[in-house]
T-cell receptor, first 112, second 112 residues
């Protein structure tokens, strides 16, 4: 079964610093990969997705993620954090069916 | 506006009293799914549907039922709710596994 691991339940950065949220998936066949963001008391919003077209994927709000097959990773980055980026971020993987498996989430804290 | 609509947003009920959480999407999506979100556990799939009258169990189906009689609707039924079903529930829909899911705003259920 597919599994998704997010390293670090909480990540703290200063405003303007690099954001790096880590995600690893377990699969011998690269699945479809996604990053979602959840703001307090809201649903999940799709940030970006990998569907094998390109290994570097750009998403909304200045976020991007790089797919590395050799490392089975799909880490999320943003060059400069903004206070409004504070939220919980979820990595998810789909093997190509309708199941979508989520990691446990990483809470991003941004300090001024 | 393209959206997934869940009702109610908040629900407090007593153990054993049957309830239904409704979900409707206006995007003509084939796939629909229910997730529950619990602190520290991320999102776990309860049931999913690939088309009308086609449903299957996710990772945590015990205590839940679903039906897909129409393409746009995918209600979640708790025949005899128990306190361990207290959670935040999300309905989601998708055109296909490569697209990721669009999520509703969530239903916060408390069973006392």
């Amino acid at each position: 079964a597919q599994s998704v691991t997010q390293l670090g339940s909480h990540v703290s950065v200063s405003e303007g610093a690099l954001v790096l949220l880590r995600c690893n998936y377990s699969s011998s066949v690269p699945p479809y990969l996604f990053w979602y963001v959840q703001y307090p008391n809201q649903g999940l919003q799709l940030l970006l997705k990998y569907t094998s077209a390109a290994t570097l994927v750009k998403g909304i709000n200045g976020f991007e993620a790089e797919f590395k097959k050799s490392e089975t990773s799909f880490h999320l980055t943003k060059p400069s954090a903004h206070m409004s980026d504070a939220a919980e971020y979820f990595c998810a993987a789909s093997p190509g069916y309708s199941t979508l498996t989520f990691g446990k989430g990483t809470m991003l804290l941004v300090s001024p | 506006e393209a959206q997934v609509t869940q009702n109610p947003r908040y629900l407090i009920t007593v153990t054993g009293k049957k309830l239904t959480v409704t979900c409707s999407q206006n995007m003509n999506h084939e796939y629909m799914s229910w997730y529950r979100q619990d602190p520290g556990l991320g999102l776990r799939q309860i049931y999913y549907s690939m088309n009308v009258e086609v449903t299957d169990k996710g990772d945590v189906p015990e205590g839940y039922k679903v039906s897909r009689k129409e393409k746009r609707n995918f209600p979640l039924i708790l025949e005899s709710p128990s306190p361990n079903q207290t959670s935040l529930y999300f309905c989601a829909s998708s055109q296909g596994p490569q697209d990721g899911y669009t999520f509703g705003s969530g239903t916060r259920l408390t069973v006392v």
